[in-house]
Each structure stands twice: as C-alpha cells, then as structure tokens.
C-alpha cells in the first residue's frame, strides 16, 4: 500500500496573517521503500509527518493511504486507519517508565483489540534484536535499544505506512547507522511505504527516494553522493 501526498498546503496563524509550513507539496511513496526527507530546521519536515499521519488537516491537497483518501473519512474513521496503517516512530521514544519492553508492543495491540498480540510482540522484539530482552524496563535499557523498542511498537499493528522522525538524533554514529539500517530492512520486508525525517546525511545512499525540504516546499529528488 503507497502513501501518496497530492498538493498538500498548509498554513498557521500568524499575527494578523497566516505562516505558510507546506507549500504545494506533492510526494509518492510506494510500498517496500524507503524516502528520506533532510532540510534545515523550520522547513516543514515536521508539518509533513504530521499531515501524512493524519494529525493535521490540510487547507488544500490530498492524503491517500492506499487508494483511501483521508480527508473524506470522519475523525473516528480516521482514528482507526492510523491505528491500523500508520506507525510513527518518534525521535524521542516516549516509553512507559513502569512497562517492560514486550509490554510497551502489548499495549499498542490490546488498543487495536488484536488477539494473541503477545506472540507478534515476541516476535517482533526478537526481529529487533531484543529477543532477550524483552523483560527489562526503559531505565534497563541503551538508547538504541530503546529505539529499537520504539521502532517495534510502531510496527505491531502491521501498519502499511511507516513515519519516522530523526530516529537517530541522539545515539552516537555506530547505534545511528544499527538503527538507521535495521528501518531500511523491516521495509523492505515489510513492504510498508518508509518516509523518514532525518539530519543524518551520512546514510542517505541506501534510501530508495531523497527530497529536500526548503520554506514549505519538498524539491526534486537529490543525487546523493556514493548512490547507485
């Protein structure tokens, strides 16, 4: 299932005006890849997530999920598309404290009112690399592994479109490039639809797809140097 995102416009307001966070902005992203999204601060990278999770109506454009497009669904309808198609990886994993790793998949699925969840969860978890451990806490755990929780969580309910928001930002190089590499192949295997939010240039290369954010405006794909 693809994320498409067709002439997208949004505004804030601003004063006696209205500030201008998406401009015209168009994007196709197809099941099993993997776009990467890279700008500066302030540029509309994330207005974009939040308009293609459905958070924020646009004033002008379109967002389809597969062949459904949201704004023609209702708020509950639409609640329940994001619980079911839409993962979002934050760049801060926001964890329960009290909850234990498997725990924190468990709730994520008994929401949705999905049936032997704590059997996806394990697997899921194992899938990640924490097969073992799946018992511990957030304060028992690294920063890439909680990440790798995160990114887990995300994907419990089977979602066929992956939002992911600077999963890197605050691990050093070696735990950046583990997760940056292990988002690559659960969407490859996955087949879901990846747009991922990043300031990391230095793994761009293995992206299906790169676009540049500037002042509201998503450019043209970039040739990223070492890319194939």
Known sequence: MSLTLDDIT?????????????????????????????????????????????????????????GTETGALTSAERAVLRRREIGIVFQQPNLLPSLTALEQLQVMGHLDGRRQVSLRARELLAEVGLGDLAHR???????????????????????????VD?????????????????????????????????????????????REMRDGRLGTPVAVPGAE
């Open 166 to 210: 600077e999963p890197t930002s605050a691990l050093d190089r070696e735990r950046g490039t583990a997760v940056f590499d292990l988002l690559l192949r659960l969407t490859r295997e996955r087949a879901t639809a990846t747009v991922l939010v990043t300031h990391d240039r230095a793994r761009l290369g293995e992206a299906d797809a790169v």
């Open 10 to 66: 949004l505004t804030y307001p601003d004063g006696d005006g209205r500030l201008t966070a998406l401009d015209g902005v168009g994007l196709r992203v197809p099941a099993g890849t993997t776009t990467a999204v890279v700008g500066p601060s302030g540029s509309g990278k994330s207005s974009l997530l939040a308009v293609a999770a459905t958070l924020v109506a646009p004033d002008r454009g379109r967002v389809l999920v597969g």
């Open 137 to 163: 806490r957030p304060h028992q755990l690294s920063g890439g592994q909680r990440q790798r929780v995160n990114i887990a969580r995300a994907l419990v309910n089977e979602p066929s479109v992956l939002l």
